[in-house]
């Protein structure tokens, strides 16, 4: 059996076998359980949501790319909950980048919020994580639209019951989109995204990150991006801007689109990477050197393609 799926069917053998042949596909799922899904775990583990969300921690976990700290850490965060009282569940773990600056490093919390964004979902009710959440992400998960009702499960002590509080509790007098103007949190689309453009020829692969670039959440410098790969097999996943207030805590496109790869049946698997392209509008900014950089740091041998969006001329 490969290293990268060790960690992942260990974890899956502590769950019964109707659970585990269930949680085997969320790979497949970009770390995603639907609420449906949820909801029947919870009934056959006779679990409530939180209990649930903390059960799948050590799942989460075996997602984690540590190469520099060895640290490795998973969240699991619930979506809206609906009128059935149920709600999605998304997995992530933290990944770091070797060779390159821990200050690269997608921490488990970005990475299961992330994950959830790109699936669709529109806000969070519930965080939880195999470790105490660090300043940098409560930073981070303040960007969230309703960020400080945000539900935040904490365990401490080893214990496997969770003690549950509110990100505002856990970041007071917090600085955050309000204080500069922004409305909405970066999940909260409205359908008013930019209408980005590319001038010359582009194929699935340009027009994947045109859409991530289009749906990213830069409303600090307006430098929208999205980054997408492709893979041997064909596959494209792609990433998108996540800006933060306090800046630091954000996530390029790049960071966001191998965190979503570390979730995917291809994890650990970065010599199938056959392109990366990004898209983006450059204002004050620019990520192109820093994607380039750690797309030779993981994948050397995919092609690399940059491409700048203007406004459509139609706006």
Request: proline share 6%; glycine share 10%.
């Amino acid at each position: 059996m490969p290293d990268r799926m060790i960690a992942f069917e260990r974890a899956l053998a502590g769950f019964p076998a109707e659970a585990a042949a269930l949680l085997r596909a969320v790979p497949s799922r970009g770390g995603a359980i639907p609420a449906a899904e949820a909801g029947q775990l919870g009934e056959w583990l006779g679990m409530e949501r939180h209990a649930l969300m903390v059960a799948l921690l050590p799942l989460a976990t075996a997602f984690a790319h540590t190469p520099i700290s060895g640290f490795a850490v998973g969240a699991v965060a619930a979506g809206h909950i609906g009128p059935d009282r149920l709600a999605a569940l998304y997995l992530g773990a933290n990944f770091e980048f070797a060779g390159e600056s821990t200050a690269l490093s997608v921490h488990a919390e970005q990475a299961a919020a992330a994950n959830a964004w790109l699936a669709g979902e529109t806000g969070l009710s519930a965080m939880a994580a195999s470790s105490i959440p660090c300043g940098h992400c409560r930073q981070f998960l303040y960007e969230l639209e309703g960020a400080r009702s945000l539900d935040v499960l904490l365990l401490r002590g080893g214990s496997a019951r969770p003690r549950s509080t509110t990100l505002a509790e856990l970041l007071p007098d917090a600085f955050g989109p309000q204080d500069l103007g922004i409305a909405t949190g970066f999940m909260a689309s409205r359908g008013d995204g930019p209408r980005l453009a590319l001038d010359g020829p582009h194929d699935a692969v340009h027009l994947a990150a045109l859409q991530a670039a289009r749906a990213s959440y830069a409303p600090y410098t307006g430098a929208f991006a999205g980054c997408a790969l492709q893979c041997a097999d064909g596959a494209i996943l792609v990433g998108r801007t996540i800006e933060n207030a306090a800046h630091n805590p954000g996530l390029a496109a790049v960071q966001v689109m191998f965190s979503r790869f570390n979730t995917s049946p291809l994890r650990g698997q970065f010599e199938a990477v056959r392109r990366i392209v990004l898209v983006e509008r450059a204002t004050t900014n620019t990520q192109a050197a820093l994607t380039e950089r750690c797309a030779r740091a993981l994948a050397p041998q995919a092609a690399f393609d940059y491409c700048r969006a203007d406004l459509s001329p139609t706006d």
